[in-house]
């Protein structure tokens, strides 16, 4: 069945490794992730964005999750990423959702931290925990642009967030980007681990794809109990489909390339929850 995200990220900030994200946008990814989790042994998030869910519903995205986890022997959770309204957020739960974020980072320090509070007092009586971002990740996914000027998450500010807003897990800007990066990026991992020093709540790292793994691992090792992939499993499904439709171009039969797009995303994703050191964590 599917479990809300609060308990696995509780194991994995005890245990010094992080949980594998994963940004779904068809059943084939869905069956890909879960698949791989099961391969693995490992506790596994599925998440949808809001464009994601405008283009397919929350309810059929949570449809396929719930159909996935029900056979599945490890720990699943559905996650609203990047929610981008209160009235967003609240449909997700409604439908079932079992983790949601609010995304206010793109408004005042104030103004975000209303809104998130305003989503976990509503989050909160049904024991579905939220994920909030401070500072601003960088980049474009889907259609939510990055932030400019100084995006950095900071640490006393973050102290206070967490306190006054309640909220389960925190999403913290220290150089990573959404989309594919140009070069390769530099976090602040000195900013992270103030970060944890005063923050005792699970942090998250948004924008992994493309980040080094050995960077990925020291982000876990100073704190990270979560990590977000979304842009590497959208074009090792669509390798795995090009790759069909390039040897075969006369192949009609959808379940023939979408079943090498799922291969390959269930490969990246076991890739995936080895750097993040969550095998064998169910």
Request: aromatic share 6%; with cysteine; glycine share 10%.
């Amino acid at each position: 069945m599917l479990v809300t995200t609060k308990e696995m990220l509780k194991k994995a900030q005890e245990g010094h490794y992080a949980v594998g994200a994963f940004n779904v946008e068809n059943m084939e990814m869905v069956q890909a992730v879960v698949e791989a989790a099961e391969e693995t042994q490992a506790p596994v998030i599925l998440q949808t964005t809001p464009s994601t869910v405008k283009y397919g519903g929350l309810e059929f995205y949570y449809a396929n999750a719930k159909a996935a986890a029900e056979k599945a022997s490890v720990p699943v959770a559905i996650h609203l990423d990047h929610g981008s309204s209160f009235e967003l957020a609240m449909q997700a739960l409604r439908v079932g959702y079992t983790s949601i974020m609010i995304d206010g980072s793109h408004e005042s320090f104030e103004e975000n931290i209303a809104l998130t509070k305003r989503v976990t007092d509503s989050c909160n009586p049904s024991g579905v925990p939220v994920e909030a971002e401070l500072g601003k990740v960088g980049g474009k996914e889907d259609d939510l642009e990055g932030g400019d000027g100084n995006p950095y998450t900071d640490p006393m500010e973050a102290k206070e967030f967490v306190e006054r807003t309640g909220i389960s897990s925190l999403a913290v800007a220290i150089g990573t980007a959404h989309g594919l990066y140009q070069g390769e990026p530099k976090l602040d991992l000195g900013r992270l681990e103030a970060i944890r020093k005063v923050v005792d709540i699970p942090l998250v790292l948004h924008g992994a794809s493309g980040v080094p793994d050995e960077a990925v691992k020291e982000s876990i090792r100073r704190g990270i109990c979560k990590v977000n992939f979304a842009t590497e499993l959208r074009i090792a499904f669509s390798g795995g489909v090009k790759e069909v439709l390039a040897e075969k171009p006369d192949i009609f039969d959808p379940k023939k390339y979408c079943g090498a797009g799922r291969e390959a995303v269930k490969r990246l994703v076991i890739e995936k929850m080895t750097v993040c050191g969550c095998v064998g964590k169910e």
